[in-house]
């Protein structure tokens, strides 16, 4: 009995035993067998390809996929001798963490990297924020840390994350990714090309190969195709401060500026701004494509049209506005001086000019009030209900009502007439304009020119025609005539232009509050202008649509002025002049010269054949920075001798470029406020250099 006791109790101590030990290899030593399965058996392992880029008109990055890193020690790697090296080294080593990531010091490295290898921690977390790829490179070369991951411990987690070096700008057209880069795109072009954006997955095993184990690929992964898109970053950048400017003016709610090529169709500058919370303006939705709104005053352009076609009236077509306020069905139709008298008897041009609700809708109701469904054909004839099925998704279907359809009463047609009761989207009244200034050709407004591969087209996107005629020649040649005097003599004329001619038409319209009506509580208005420039021969078509509570609200003002502001800058950036015209060949002319790097504005001011006093000394392969005096003769150039590299430059005078490279150069970070040159920086020059630290640097011409 003994004997079998003792047996018994043996054979449960071994069961305890191997109960024990099997838990502590699941729970205790889980992590170590794991890397030590990872080392020698990987089968079908999914490898992701790189996510294309998204590139603008001009060939220039707008979003791509960067990597960035998390890095790791693995204290139980490498054994003693690791561990020997580690302690040796500790403090070379902290000290260059802290060179990396200035933020920390090397004291709290030290403390940090004791405390893992005190727990002997085989993942343990070195550095608390994901790093750049340059960050992980500099890392990787520091004692240890330079080692393999088996022999060292040192190890990388990588994210490919998304990044916009142009910030905001057009930030949701170009769309968004999930968090989780695996889940795909939310929104935008990311979202509508990213069969072609992601690429295709690739499969790799371990395999033991001569002793040593290699990743062995059964499928390479294909990279994806980049997108060329039509926006172009100097025109975006132009439209968006043009409107934020004035929304902060006018504390608007939400804003939108479209610009687009007129023969292509291709959209140059898209914007989409609402107020935050904050106070700010962001990029939140797509408000230009989405919006389902009363475009107000500028549909009264198609509903002129539609009677110029139909042959009901001419532009010399007179109506008596009368003191501004004309009965309709038991309703009231007011002009916007309706309290200052009116604007008595106008014609069809003048009526445009002035935009006359009363004279529009007099008009439309006295042609079709017996045959509605005439105007509503003609509408249609023009094509502005149609869908545009554009590149990108969350466009809104315009909303135009006809006769036979409920809610359809007899003061619906003079209203429709004027842009209310109907729902127009921005970017389809700016196509529809868009067709007025191509000579009646109605194109598809289109975001995505090309998918390159390998420097190879692999998909290319044509202009589309959605309407090849959407009125006969002698219609388009009318309205093009009294758009242009809308500008230039109408309300329209802070959109105008000394330097070129501007058609097109405000609009300003009170916002529906839905159920509640237009007076419920505090009014809100839409207040907007659409038109094309230059109008004598078109070349861009834009639309500015601004969203704003309570009164002074007038397209004209504010939409028009913003509109302005965009098409002088834009035509600025295209005019070429030849250089030969402005050369005085009886004097030197001698330009105002920015302080910085002075070898190279002694290579530029030579070739410009510009006379030049050199007086600073410059070296074979060395940087010469300095500054510049303007001479009645010459431009004289002058060095900074004995710079010295552990203190704060100063880059007082110097244009953007020189100064954040001189200043980055010495571990600073810029900010830049304003353009033109420095005129003061936060740290005066002279201050010892603590790298990591940011300088204000502030602009102007």
Not at 379 to 398: A, F, V, W, Y
Not at 495 to 524: D, H, I, P
Request: glycine share 10%; charged share 25%; net charge positive.
């Amino acid at each position: 009995m003994t004997r079998y006791f003792f047996v018994v109790l043996v054979m449960g101590l071994l069961g305890i035993a191997i109960v024990v030990k099997a838990a502590i290899i699941m729970f205790a030593e889980r992590q170590y067998w794991q890397d030590v399965a990872d080392r020698f058996v990987k089968e079908n392992v999914t490898v992701k390809p790189n996510r294309g880029n998204i590139l603008s008109s001009d060939g220039k990055l707008m979003a791509s996929s960067l990597p960035e890193y998390r890095i790791y020690m693995d204290f139980k790697a490498g054994g003693v001798t690791k561990d020997t090296m580690l302690v040796n080294h500790m403090n070379e080593i902290c000290e260059g963490l802290h060179k990396i990531f200035p933020d920390k010091s090397a004291a709290e490295f030290k403390s940090h990297l004791q405390k893992g290898r005190k727990k002997g921690s085989r993942n343990y977390l070195i550095y608390p924020r994901r790093i750049s790829y340059i960050q992980y490179k500099e890392a990787k070369r520091l004692p240890v840390f330079n080692l393999n991951k088996y022999k060292g411990g040192f190890h990388e987690q990588v994210y490919n994350q998304r990044k916009k070096p142009f910030g905001s700008l057009a930030a949701r057209t170009l769309g968004d990714l999930y968090a989780d880069t695996a889940q795909g795109a939310k929104n935008g072009i990311e979202l509508s090309f990213d069969t072609l954006l992601k690429g295709r997955d690739g499969i790799t095993h371990r395999q033991k190969v001569m002793n040593k184990y290699l990743n062995i690929v059964d499928i390479a992964p294909v990279d994806g195709c980049d997108i060329i898109s039509t926006l172009d970053v100097g025109m975006q950048d132009i439209c968006e401060k043009a409107l934020v400017d004035k929304l902060k003016e006018i504390n608007a709610t939400v804003g939108v500026a479209v610009l687009m090529e007129v023969q292509t169709g291709e959209v140059k500058a898209i914007v989409n701004m609402m107020k935050a919370n904050d106070g700010n303006y962001y990029e939140m939705r797509n408000n230009a494509i989405s919006d389902m709104m009363e475009p107000g005053s500028t549909f009264k352009t198609a509903s002129i049209m539609v009677a110029l076609e139909d042959g009901k009236i001419t532009p010399e077509t007179e109506v008596d506005t009368g003191n501004g306020i004309m009965m309709m069905y038991g309703s009231k139709m007011r002009d916007h001086n309706w309290h200052r008298g009116g604007y008595g008897k106008i014609n069809v041009t003048r009526i445009l000019e002035v935009s006359s609700n009363v004279g529009v809708s007099y008009l439309i109701d006295k042609h079709y009030k017996d045959n509605p469904q005439k105007y509503v054909d003609g509408l249609k004839r023009m094509s502005i209900d149609q869908p545009l099925h554009l590149q990108i998704s969350g466009e809104g279907k315009p909303n135009i009502k006809g006769p036979k359809e409920r809610y359809f009463a007899k003061t619906t047609l003079p209203w429709m007439s004027i842009g209310y009761e109907t729902q127009v989207p921005p970017l389809n009244i700016l196509t529809f304009y868009n067709a007025i200034a191509n000579n009646g050709v109605m194109i598809r407004p289109k975001f995505v020119k090309a998918a390159v591969k390998d420097g190879e087209v692999i998909e290319e996107y044509p202009t589309e025609v959605i309407n090849p005629k959407i009125c006969s020649d002698r219609t388009l040649t009318q309205i093009r005539d009294i758009l242009e005097k809308v500008v230039s003599q109408g309300l329209a004329k802070p959109a105008g232009s000394k330097q070129f001619s501007v058609a097109g038409k405000t609009g300003t319209a009170q916002v529906s509050q839905g159920t509640a009506g237009y007076k419920n509580g505090r009014v809100n208005y839409l207040v907007s202008f659409c038109g094309y420039f230059p109008a004598d021969a078109p070349k861009y078509s834009c639309i500015v649509s601004i969203q704003k509570p309570g009164l002074p609200a007038s397209g004209g003002l504010m939409a028009g002025s913003v509109f302005g502001k965009i098409a002088e800058r834009v035509y600025a950036k295209n005019l070429r002049f030849d250089i030969r015209s402005a050369i005085d060949s009886t004097s030197n002319v001698i330009p105002p010269v920015k302080a910085g790097e002075m070898n190279e504005a002694f290579q530029v001011l030579n070739s410009l054949k510009v006379p030049v006093q050199k007086q600073f000394t410059s070296k074979k392969g060395q940087e010469a920075w300095g500054h510049t005096q303007a001479a009645p003769n010459a431009v004289v150039l002058q060095g900074k001798d004995g710079a010295n590299p552990d203190l704060v430059p100063s880059v007082i005078g110097m244009g953007a470029k020189d100064a954040v490279y001189l200043l980055e150069s010495k571990g600073l970070k810029v900010r830049l406020n304003g353009i033109g040159k420095v005129r003061n920086q936060s740290i005066p020059g002279g201050n010892r250099v603590v790298k990591g630290q940011t300088i204000q640097l502030t602009m102007h011409n």
